[in-house]
């Protein structure tokens, strides 16, 4: 006798239907939302249990004795059946014939079952010295189900359906949760694309799926979960693996055989470790040929997951931004390794930059006197500058007076030694500082750091600018971290110099494009406007301004070929008379304060004194090209492909996918505000979205491999004779010997206590899990 299924959802309408219900709570009727059931749900008279079958369309529902043209057409008809029906696939078995698949089976996801390992997690491995084992709990997805697919190849090689079982032993999927199921999750090309974008802008996996679900419209539309972007993460880091410093190497070399005047020089250690890499590209050359009379370089922690050091190399431009002229990775900080990073500096550029500002590192400065021996070394004021307020103690750090007397003899450079000298003895005194061990080392090395020990030298301006070099490492430490292997660093680099060169690009436009505000009626206001860029024409502005309502002519003699005049300053405080000479036959001028000298500009008292001889022209010699706006051309940057030489067409791929993109956007920009045109566009997409699956089928899926090999430009190297060096220690790590400051010592000294067994004394548990404790102490 044949049994009967009892139909507990019959299939009449639709297996995702939702139903409201009305409920009464404590006298108030409420509008209840119940889910109904997905598919058709059914109770087995054998079992008593309940199965699933899924509730689609006959066209889209498998049969017995169904042929396809091919095996990746039926997976994608079944595929697309499970969608519809709430389940996910899983490729099985298959069978091969010489070199030809001829049995394939395809099963639900949760076919089989897991098997589960036993593992004692109480077991105390801690008197065998092995690590206590942390267990996971992964639930498992698998229930048994023996809902499959069974296809075989036929004479055509075609393939037919010889077996299908469309019942389910668990519930289906409704349509609105099916993007949850693991095996219905995929990252999409251009969200993997986008990614890895935004990690260049220091943007983790984690922020870029919220930026992917706010952009798209909901967690749903992303098609993927937080977890997956993890992974994804995780995926490109074993990629790149053991070979990070192989791959890194080649693709510098790569760069230097094919883009002009490219140099890349890097040594090893002992057994192939990576001791040292320094690079420059063309653009950077010729920076350094206009701005590089002042160069700062700092070494900077935290940028890579080996603690290599980077050392950026970085200049003024004319702008008066920041400007790179080179960059380096060492993985010690000895004297030796600086000698080789400045031999190799000097070998690139063909020669030393006039002045060299670095931090007080006794390696750097050793370094610099053997390599750089006609360079002037100097300290970084700003860098000195920020220690002062932890090294005074708490009282000074905190008084106004204090701080406001050392910056008026530090900050300016219209003092000379002397008088500094006198100042800084009289706040020593003052403020009973006679015995400050860290105060009288820096007063030591004054010539190095104090502008009124070199105000008289060329560009010695540019030396006092606010931490030049400080300011660069912040601009790359929003694009690096210390969990980036060298791959991830080069390609963050890359991005921020294109914005270093974007920015500079702009303001050449902006300088170009814009009438500043004139400020006086005076002719050499307009044409140096003509001269130089906006930044330093704002800077020049000023002084011309201050010139006209600021400065007054107190009296001129004759010296020889020159006329002196007595400048007065109103804005100075003290006497502020400064003395100009000036021949006019040839223009030569010179003033007391020195600022045409120190910046390469002229100062307000010799604009005064061309104004009282009715000299309308700006002075031709005194135009130093480093701040005009044709210092250095502007030519886009020659870009160097980063996708690896095995996929030539991956770049035209991009460019393509970059210009649909842009067309999608403008159309879509252009129709927001007509509802009607936007629908019939929308209509038009989802129609080309048919066709293409018509047309195309299932798409051969592109290797994890060579998809990350193309997002990073570097293909896994063959063999590897570099490597990355492993457990370095670099000062920035941190030192016993140097001086702490008055707030690290009271923070040290604040540290808690371990916090112990109260019963045995240990410090690896608490009372509530110590073996020697009563029965009410132990776990239940």
Excluded at 376 to 397: D, E, F, S
Excluded at 418 to 432: D, G, L, Q, R
Excluded at 619 to 633: E, L
């Amino acid at each position: 006798m044949a049994t009967v299924d009892t139909c507990v959802h019959d299939d009449s309408g639709s297996g995702t239907d939702n139903t409201d219900e009305v409920q009464n709570v404590d006298g108030v009727d409420v509008n209840v939302h119940k889910k109904r059931r997905v598919g058709i749900e059914r109770i087995s008279p054998r079992t008593g249990l309940p199965y699933y079958i899924p509730d689609v369309p006959l066209s889209s529902r498998p049969v017995i004795g169904m042929i396809f043209s091919s095996l990746e057409q039926a997976c994608q008809f079944y595929e697309n059946y499970a969608k519809l029906g709430g389940f996910t696939v899983r490729k099985n078995t298959q069978t091969t014939n010489r070199g030809v698949i001829s049995l394939k089976y395809l099963v639900c996801s949760k076919e089989g079952h897991k098997i589960f390992r036993r593992i004692n997690t109480l077991k105390d491995d801690k008197e065998s010295g092995s690590k206590e084992k942390q267990i996971r709990r992964r639930p498992s997805i698998r229930t048994g189900c023996l809902a499959h697919l069974r296809l075989q190849i036929c004479e055509t090689n075609k393939y037919k359906v010889y077996s299908f079982v469309e019942r389910h032993n668990h519930e289906l999927v409704d349509a609105d949760d099916y993007h949850l199921l693991s095996a219905a999750r995929n990252l999409s090309y251009n969200k993997e694309q986008l990614i890895f974008d935004l990690s260049k802008l220091n943007i983790g996996p984690i922020k870029a799926f919220n930026i992917m679900r706010t952009h798209f419209g909901g967690f749903e539309e992303v098609g993927a979960t937080k977890v997956d972007c993890k992974n994804f993460k995780r995926d490109i880091n074993l990629f790149i693996g053991k070979h990070d410093a192989q791959m890194v190497i080649n693709r510098l070399e790569l760069k230097r055989d094919f883009l002009p005047d490219f140099s890349c020089e890097y040594f090893n250690l002992e057994e192939g470790v990576l001791g040292g890499l320094f690079w420059a590209d063309q653009d950077m050359k010729r920076n350094y040929l206009v701005f590089g009379d002042v160069v700062s370089f700092d070494s900077t922690f935290r940028s890579n997951k080996y603690d290599m050091v980077f050392v950026p190399f970085t200049g003024i431009d004319n702008h008066h931004h920041n400007v790179t002229f080179a960059a380096a990775l060492l993985a010690n900080e000895t004297a030796d390794t600086y000698k080789w990073l400045l031999k190799v500096f000097k070998k690139v550029f063909g020669s030393a930059p006039r002045v060299v500002v670095t931090d007080q590192d006794a390696a750097m400065k050793k370094a610099i006197a053997e390599v750089f021996t006609t360079t002037r070394h100097r300290l970084c004021m700003w860098h000195i500058m920020m220690k002062v307020a932890g090294k005074v103690g708490k009282p000074l750090k905190k008084d106004k007076t204090f701080k406001q007397r050392i910056c008026n003899i530090v900050w300016t450079d219209l003092i000379e030694p002397v008088e500094f000298e006198t100042k800084w003895m009289e706040m020593i005194s003052e403020f009973n500082l006679a015995n400050n061990t860290w105060l009288s080392d820096m007063y030591s090395l004054k010539a190095d750091w104090i502008p009124a020990y070199y105000r008289h030298e060329h560009m010695s301006g540019l030396m006092r600018t606010t931490s030049r070099s400080e300011s660069e490492n912040h601009f790359f430490g929003q694009v690096a971290n210390s969990s980036l292997t060298l791959v991830e660093f080069l390609s963050h680099f890359e991005t921020a110099m294109e914005a270093q060169r974007y920015a500079h690009r702009k303001n050449d436009h902006d300088t170009r494009n814009t009438v500043p505000e004139w400020l006086t009626e005076e002719d050499i206001e307009r044409e140096a406007d003509k001269i130089y860029t906006r930044n330093i024409f704002n800077d020049v502005q000023d002084e011309i301004y201050a010139s006209v309502h600021k400065c007054t002519s107190k009296s001129y003699t004759e010296a020889g070929d020159f006329i002196k005049f007595f400048i007065k300053d109103l804005q100075f405080q003290g006497s502020g008379l400064f003395e100009v000479l000036f021949r006019e036959k040839d223009m030569v001028l010179q003033c007391s304060c020195n600022r045409y000298e120190q910046y390469g500009l002229l100062c307000r008292h010799v604009f005064c004194v061309l104004r009282l001889c009715e000299i309308t022209v700006f002075p031709k010699n005194y135009i130093m090209k480093r701040w005009t706006r044709d210092a250095v051309t502007n030519n886009s940057y020659q870009g160097f492909s980063n996708k690896p030489a095995s996929n030539d067409n991956v770049e035209g791929v991009q460019g393509v996918v970059r210009e649909i993109m842009f067309g999608n956007d403008y159309i879509v920009n252009r129709l927001v505000n007509n509802m009607e045109q936007l629908v019939i566009y929308r209509d038009q997409v989802k129609q080309q979205m048919i066709k293409v699956d018509e047309c195309i089928g299932v798409p051969q899926p592109i290797p994890k491999k060579d998809r990350i090999a193309n997002l990073l430009g570097f293909n896994q190297p063959t063999e590897d004779t570099i490597r990355a060096p492993v457990g370095i220690r670099t000062k920035g790590s941190g030192s016993k010997k140097r001086f702490k400051s008055f707030h690290e010592q009271a923070s040290k000294k604040s540290i808690r206590k371990q916090r112990r067994c109260q019963i045995c004394g240990s410090d690896d548990h608490d009372r509530r899990t110590c073996n020697r404790g009563n029965g009410e102490n132990q776990p239940k």
